[in-house]
């Protein structure tokens, strides 16, 4: 048996894709990149998650809520050296949780990037009013510029540049915190914490979201999967944005009809959705002295950081 004579040779414009190192990546690879990537996030939490740190051996609940009261008093904060005192805890628990600094810094660089270009332009002087901190450029006479006046003189403002370095500090370390939480956390643990301090009718719908939201990256990844191994040629990409639009609008119709499959199989099994959920009490005896040691050690911080916000 022969091969055929059009799989001997390659087509010149597959040819020309092939010898392109500098080939732009092609749409359908994009989306099932970051497809893949979704889930490698989510194992790798879990491989954090399950190492032996600081934060790791510390009750869920107690963690989340010490944590959260900790970015509720960062948010009271309005100086810098607070800001800077709040990133250093970070820090350190993030080294005692045996959390690599490239993973935290990776998840917080696009945080500090966006508010970073947020707050730049507060610091000019036609922005905010204050004492000059650098001069920039200076004009024979001020300008108008719609409801903006630009002063003769552009500078930098010393008020203008701590709000703004006070702004994304609060940005990226209130981030730090709720990634130490996260990070530190399994997730089904993390999901039955969270559900002690919501309502009883949102304790199902969070529950089942999360076991489902893996279940639909899999018919996503297997859809962009079944279009590649049916195009032996290369695909132009409006071509490859109309095959994924439609397969988000088929994979949007069947998970509402997951839903409505689940909601009947519920039903049929006697769940009365007006039952209260009995959760799990929270006792103080059940608290390790690794637990008893970290709530002392918050209270106090947080009593000395409302008494310095407070002066």
């Known amino acids: 048996m022969e091969i055929p004579e059009w799989l001997k040779y390659q087509t010149s414009g597959y040819r020309?894709?092939?010898?392109?190192?500098?080939?732009?990546?092609?749409?359908?690879?994009?989306?099932?990149?970051?497809?893949?990537?979704?889930?490698?996030?989510?194992?790798?939490?879990?491989?954090?998650?399950?190492?032996?740190?600081?934060?790791?051996?510390?009750?869920?609940?107690?963690?989340?809520?010490?944590?959260?009261?900790?970015?509720i008093i960062l948010s009271l904060q309005r100086s810098i050296n607070g800001m800077v005192i709040f990133l250093i805890i970070s820090l350190s628990l993030m080294s005692l949780s045996r959390i690599p600094l490239s993973l935290f810094l990776k998840r917080l660089l696009p945080v500090f990037l966006f508010t970073t270009v947020i707050a730049f332009p507060a610091t000019f002087n036609f922005i905010v009013n204050g004492d000059p901190l650098l001069i920039l450029y200076r004009f024979d006479t001020s300008h108008q510029v719609g409801p903006i006046e630009i002063p003769s003189?552009?500078?930098?403002?010393?008020?203008?540049?701590?709000?703004?370095?006070?702004?994304?500090?609060?940005?990226?370390?209130?981030?730090?915190?709720?990634?130490?939480?996260?990070?530190?956390?399994?997730?089904?643990?993390?999901?039955?914490?969270?559900?002690?301090?919501i309502p009883d009718t949102l304790k199902s719908i969070i529950s089942i979201s999360y076991r489902y939201i893996f279940f639909l990256i899999r018919k996503l990844e297997q859809f962009i999967m079944g279009i590649k191994s049916r195009n032996i040629s290369a695909v132009s990409a409006p071509v490859q944005q109309r095959l994924v639009t439609s397969r988000i609008g088929l994979l949007f119709s069947l998970s509402l009809r997951l839903s409505n499959d689940l909601e009947r199989a519920i039903e049929s099994r006697g769940y009365n959705y007006k039952s209260k959920v009995q959760s799990s009490k929270f006792k103080v005896s059940e608290l390790s002295s690794i637990d008893i040691m970290w709530l002392f050690l918050s209270v106090i911080f947080t009593g000395l950081m409302i008494w310095k916000s407070l002066d």
């Open 16 to 71: 020309h894709q092939a010898s392109s190192k500098k080939q732009r990546e092609r749409f359908l690879d994009k989306t099932l990149r970051h497809v893949l990537s979704f889930t490698e996030d989510i194992m790798f939490n879990e491989t954090v998650s399950f190492k032996r740190g600081l934060l790791q051996g510390i009750e869920p609940r107690l963690k989340i809520l010490s944590l959260i009261i900790f970015i």
């Open 153 to 197: 003189v552009i500078s930098l403002t010393r008020q203008g540049v701590s709000s703004a370095l006070i702004l994304t500090l609060r940005a990226v370390t209130s981030l730090s915190i709720l990634f130490l939480i996260t990070l530190t956390t399994p997730p089904t643990m993390l999901i039955k914490a969270i559900t002690y301090f």
